[in-house]
């Protein structure tokens, strides 16, 4: 079965002060490390596009993997809203000609925001089994400096730039389980972008997460046969810390410590802040099964049981 082989990401060394722009806006580090959760955002350089993103992390991946090289990639799916200047033609087409894959490879773009990296692995798991293909690439590039106003408190003290890539394949020590998915439409005008600068509705986004993300895993876990007590670790999608930590005490009061929250020096990086979080902390821990789950954009949100043997 196809599953995750290996993940490896691209986060900018430069980037903004949290510290400097909660001054800026009258916020003291208990709210900046205590509800947004972050105290460096990445920026990625002015001159650097989304592609150029997606072909740091690619390149990291492929220093990481020897065995894996580019000629043997058949498919490459790029999860992005930001896309290479008008988003057209797609980023996917751009990456693989910086990276010199191949030209006989399916190559095409994901329009999703935080749940896209969930959507994702199980898109390009499909599409791998049914072409019967061998090697895939996911990536995840959604740099919002590219859309949010630096005078919008908030929305500027939430999001850095990074980008992942997935290697996906047979062999893999971390298999798909059980997946469910959601969307409402309703809830589009909460996030948004208009005439280029991107708006959010940040008190119906913490309550959208609040409300639908708890009852989703646990849809999910008795949809799996499980409880929440045979999931070694939740890795959701790292919006700010007060989520993270509202989701925790809703989801399972006995156990918020299972919430990984890893956001002090990356902030919310949109599709990739799961993967962030599975690259740092899945391979070399002991877990047996984790829960992910992205929500945001859309509205969407995605949910699914990650495993191993």
């Given amino acids: ?34 509800k947004i959760g972050s105290a460096f955002l990445p920026r990625k350089a002015p001159e650097q596009e989304t592609s150029d993103l997606c072909v740091e992390a690619v390149n990291a991946l492929f220093a990481n993997n020897p065995s894996l090289s580019r000629d043997s990639i058949d498919a490459l799916i790029v999860v992005t809203q930001n896309g290479d200047a008008e988003g057209l033609p797609h980023t996917a087409a751009i990456v693989q000609d910086k990276l010199g894959l191949p030209t006989a490879i399916a190559a095409f773009d994901i329009s999703l925001g935080c749940s896209g990296y969930v959507y994702g692995i199980y898109a390009l798991k499909g599409f791998m089994e049914a072409a019967g293909l ?12 590219k859309i949010v106003d630096p005078e919008d408190r908030n929305t500027t003290m939430l999001f850095g730039d990074a980008a992942t890539a997935t290697w996906m394949g047979e062999g893999a020590t971390w298999q798909l389980g059980k997946s469910m998915f959601g969307t409402d439409g309703a809830g589009a005008p909460h996030l948004k972008v208009e005439n280029g600068t991107f708006f959010m509705n940040g008190r119906q986004v913490f309550n959208f997460a609040l409300l639908k993300v708890p009852q989703h895993l646990h849809a999910l876990l008795e949809a799996s046969s499980l409880a929440a007590a045979d999931i070694d670790a939740y890795c959701i999608h790292q919006g700010s810390a007060a989520i993270v930590d509202a989701v925790a005490r809703r989801f399972e009061e006995a156990s918020p410590e299972k ?51």
């Fill in 1 to 34: 079965m196809i599953g995750i082989k290996s993940i490896a990401s691209y986060v900018p060394v430069a980037g903004l002060d949290n510290y400097e722009q909660g001054a800026k806006f009258g916020k003291d580090e208990d709210f900046i490390l205590g």
């Fill in 134 to 145: 061998k090697n895939g690439l996911l990536v995840t590039a959604d740099p919002y400096s």
């Fill in 259 to 309: 919430f990984v929250k890893d956001m002090v020096e990356t902030g919310n990086t949109v599709s990739s802040s799961i993967p962030l979080l599975l690259e740092k902390h899945l391979f070399d821990a002991t877990w047996k099964r984790v829960a992910i789950s992205g929500f945001g954009v859309g509205l969407s949100w995605g949910s699914a049981i990650l495993y191993r043997d």
